[in-house]
């Protein structure tokens, strides 16, 4: 067998002896040292930002404020709502999430001096926009941009104050909601809901924008680790032994795999190893008769009647096995044909 061919066959046993012992390993940990459940933390961010931007006129050149200034009513033209959601997890996840924008419109009843907090008397909402999607992911990213015009919205907190006897205040909400749960048929436990809302009075001709609910939000879950299956853990089983039992043939093959002179000779040599000498002096056969033996087991039964050892010696053409008998040499020749 040449060598190269040899230390092929090597690698190659080496590979699938390392692939069965992996794949038990991964057997026994799976079965035995997993922990029941894994922690899975979420991070959550949700990043709002708007520009309000202003209708044609004489007196104001800008065309858009940015955030955190004073604005009038009467300039406004729209707002332009940008939102960034990001999700960051520790590990890929199976999840769904809905995401949703919600207009709310909101009145209370308003404040006097001394008085307590004044109750909602309307709450109505106008979906806007939503998305709902199952993912395996370690990665959430939604972003949108809206251009909110308040005059509708206005005329109809403005129509239901009309109908209230007492003072009545009114906003435009714009709530950001996401929920987080797990997939469907998944009892991983993850549950979350993060709102962030955009907040814009109109019952005064200044007003502010507030952004309300924290920015970012972490949580961390108990999800439970994902077992094989009897029938996975089975066929992994059925394979780590078959690439053993692979890997054992092909280490056999590297130690067996010689040519059939030499498995003939060697054969000779180890059953008979008490019976043959080994000789490392050439013979000089033109002294001597020589009679040819056509098989070993006629060598061998001659050593016994005669009581003679059988000789041993090996050139580049043949093994040579012979017993002196007088001026006699019975010759038994394994011919080397490489």
């Known amino acids: 067998m040449k060598k190269s061919n040899k230390k092929t066959l090597l ?3 080496a590979v699938c002896g390392a692939i069965s012992a992996g794949l038990l390993i991964f057997i026994v940990y799976n079965l035995v040292l997993q922990r029941p459940d894994n922690i899975v933390t979420a991070q959550e961010t949700q990043n709002i930002t708007y520009l309000v931007f202003q209708k044609p006129n004489p007196y104001i050149q800008v065309p858009f404020l940015g955030m955190d200034e004073n604005y009038l009513h009467t300039y406004t033209d729209y707002i332009k709502i940008n939102s960034n959601y990001d999700c960051a997890l520790s590990e890929p996840t199976n999840l769904e999430y809905s995401y949703k924008v919600n207009v709310v419109l909101v009145a209370r009843y308003r404040k006097s001096p001394g008085a307590p907090n004044n109750p909602e008397i309307l709450d109505k909402t106008y979906p806007l926009d939503s998305e709902t999607k199952s993912i395996n992911s370690d990665k959430i990213s939604v972003a949108r941009s809206f251009d909110l015009h ?13 109908t209230v006897d007492l003072p009545v205040s009114g906003e435009i909400r714009v709530d ?15 549950s ?9 009075p109109v019952d005064t001709d200044f007003y502010n924008i507030s952004i309300n609910g924290d920015k970012t939000k972490t949580n961390d879950y108990n999800v439970p680790v994902k077992r094989l299956s009897g029938i ?10 078959a690439t053993f039992i692979l890997a054992l043939i092909l280490i056999k093959r590297t130690k067996n795999n010689k040519s059939p002179y030499r498995q003939e000779v060697d054969g000779y040599l180890k059953t008979y190893d008490d019976m043959i000498i080994n000789t490392t002096t050439p013979l000089d056969f033109e002294r001597y008769e020589i009679i040819l033996i056509e ?3 006629e060598i061998l039964n001659l050593s016994k009647r005669t009581n003679n050892p059988i000789m041993y010696i090996e050139t580049e053409k043949a093994a040579l096995f012979y017993i002196f008998n007088g001026d006699i040499v019975h010759l038994f020749k394994v011919e080397n044909n490489l």
């Open 192 to 200: 979350s809901s993060f709102t962030r809302s955009v907040v814009i």
């Open 11 to 13: 690698i190659i046993s």
């Open 232 to 241: 996975m853990i089975g066929l992994l089983a059925a394979l780590a032994v």
């Open 176 to 190: 950001f909601v996401v929920d987080l749960k797990s997939a469907s048929g998944s009892n991983d436990g993850i």
């Open 150 to 162: 308040l005059e509708q919205y206005k005329d109809e907190l403005s129509a239901f104050a009309s």
């Open 295 to 297: 098989n070993f087991k």
